[in-house]
C-alpha cells in the first residue's frame, strides 16, 4: 500500500501532475492551461493509439474506436469484437494509481454498429492521516453506450451516451459526496480511396466532439467543474507497397471546448478578481463555455492557438499481422508543456491482438513517461470459428 497524506494539495498534484509547471521564471506568468474535472476521461486508453503519439480520430478502425471516433466502427473488417487494456499513470512516483478499460462493440448487419466501454481510474489505497486515521480507494469511472451508422458507402456518423462518476473529492467529510455527470460524443468518419499510379490508398479523416455534458458538482461545494468536452480531427493516409507490406501516416489536433481560467490582472482586488471568477467561469453553462472556448484565451488569438494539441503517428504493416508504430505529440509549454516520443509494436492473429506502446518525454512533465503499456483486442468471429474447429474434432 502507497503511504500518502492526504489533503487538498496532495490530492490535486496527485490528479492534475499531467499539467506541469513551466520552470522558467520568465515564462512563470504565461502557463495557463485549462481548468476541469474528471481529468482521467483525457487518458488514451488503448496502446495502439498511444504508440501512434495519441491519436485515432481517423485510423483505421479497431475496437477502441469508442474512445477516439466511434463513427468508425461499422468501417471494421470484424463483425464483433472486445478489447481490455490496462495504464500505469505516475508510475515513476508511486505503484498503485492506473486506468483499467474494457471495450466491445458489435456490428448490426453491414452498416450499423452498437459499442459499449467501462473505463476505471483508481487512486489505490490512501491513508488519511490528518484528523480521520482512515484508509480509502478514490476513483473516477465512466460507463457509455454508442449507436454508428453509415449514411453511404464511404461516410459514417456515430454518437455515445456516458455516465461519469467520481468519487475523487476534496475532503471526506459527512456533507462531501461523489460527483456525478452525464455526456454524449458526436462523431463523424470518412473512408475514401483513390489511385497512386497503381497502387489502391486509402485516404480517412474523422471529427469526434467528446463528453458533450453537464458539469460535475461534489456534494458541499456550490460550484461545479467542466469536463474535458474535447474536439478532435485527424487525418489518416495508408499506402500498399505491395501485397503484403503498408504504411500509414496519420495526423491529429485536438482542442478542448471549454473555457479558460480568468488570471488575475495586475491592480486588480482580490474581490473583483473573484467576483469575475464567478462570472466568467463557474456562472458559464457547458453550452456556452464550448462556444466562449473560442475566443476567451488572455493571451488573444495567439494564446488560442497554443490551446490545440497536435499529434503524428506513422505505421508499417506487415502481412496484416505485424505492426511496427512511432508517433510524436506536441502541447505548448503555456497549457501542460506535455512534448512526448512514442513507439510501440502490435501483432494480430485471427483470434486475437496485442498491441505494446512505450512514451519517453522530451519534456519532463508526462505522467506517463518512460512506460510501457499493453493493450488486447480479440475478435469474437474468430474465436466462435476457433471454438467450433474444435468441436468438430
Not at 467520481?166 to 456525478?180: A, F, Q, T, V, W
Not at 502490435?346 to 506502446?357: E, K, L
Amino acid at each position: 500500500m502507497e503511504t500518502i497524506k492526504f489533503n487538498k494539495i496532495t490530492l490535486l498534484l496527485a490528479v492534475l501532475l499531467s499539467f506541469a509547471v513551466v520552470r522558467a521564471e520568465d515564462k512563470k506568468n504565461l502557463f495557463n492551461p485549462e481548468t476541469y474535472g474528471v481529468t482521467s476521461l483525457a487518458i488514451a486508453p488503448d496502446a495502439r493509439a498511444s504508440s501512434m503519439g495519441d491519436l485515432g480520430a481517423a485510423t483505421e478502425a479497431d475496437v477502441y474506436a469508442q474512445y477516439w471516433n466511434p463513427a468508425k466502427y461499422p468501417f471494421n473488417v470484424a463483425r464483433a469484437g472486445v478489447g481490455i487494456s490496462y495504464t500505469p499513470w505516475l508510475r515513476k512516483l508511486v505503484s498503485d494509481i492506473n486506468l483499467a478499460n474494457v471495450t466491445g462493440f458489435y456490428r448490426i448487419g453491414d452498416y450499423s454498429a452498437v459499442s459499449a466501454s467501462l473505463r476505471y481510474f483508481s487512486l489505490g489505497e490512501v491513508y488519511l492521516s490528518d484528523t480521520e486515521n482512515m484508509t480509502i480507494r478514490p476513483y473516477e469511472m465512466a460507463i457509455d453506450a454508442g449507436y454508428s451508422r453509415m449514411l453511404s458507402e464511404t461516410f459514417s456518423m456515430g454518437v455515445n451516451l456516458r455516465f461519469i462518476f467520481s468519487d475523487i473529492r476534496y475532503n471526506y467529510e459527512d456533507e462531501s459526496s461523489p460527483g456525478k455527470a452525464f455526456a454524449a460524443d458526436i462523431a463523424m468518419y470518412r473512408l475514401g480511396y483513390f489511385m497512386m499510379g497503381n497502387r489502391e490508398c486509402s485516404l480517412g479523416w474523422g471529427i469526434n466532439i467528446s463528453n458533450i455534458g453537464s458539469k460535475i458538482a461534489f456534494g458541499g461545494d456550490d460550484n461545479a467543474e467542466f469536463i474535458p468536452t474535447d474536439l478532435r480531427i485527424g487525418l489518416n493516409l495508408t499506402v500498399p507497397v505491395n501485397e503484403y507490406n503498408k504504411f500509414s501516416l496519420a495526423l491529429d489536433a485536438n482542442k478542448l471546448l471549454i473555457p479558460t481560467y480568468p488570471k488575475l490582472q495586475e491592480g486588480e482586488s482580490t474581490v473583483d478578481y473573484q467576483d469575475r471568477i464567478q462570472r466568467d467561469y463557474y456562472d458559464i453553462s457547458p453550452i456556452a463555455g464550448i462556444f466562449k472556448s473560442f475566443g476567451d484565451a488572455p493571451g488573444g488569438f495567439k494564446e488560442e492557438l497554443q490551446e490545440i494539441r497536435w499529434s503524428i503517428g506513422c505505421e508499417y504493416t506487415y502481412n496484416d499481422r505485424f505492426m511496427l508504430r512511432a508517433g510524436y505529440h506536441h502541447e505548448s509549454e503555456n497549457k501542460g508543456n506535455r512534448k512526448f516520443f512514442t513507439v510501440g509494436a502490435g501483432f494480430r492473429m485471427n483470434v486475437f491482438t496485442i498491441d505494446a506502446s512505450y512514451c519517453f518525454s522530451t519534456a519532463q512533465t508526462n505522467p506517463l513517461d518512460q512506460t510501457m503499456r499493453f493493450s488486447l483486442g480479440f475478435d469474437l468471429d474468430g474465436m466462435r470459428d476457433l471454438f467450433g474447429k474444435m468441436r468438430r474434432r
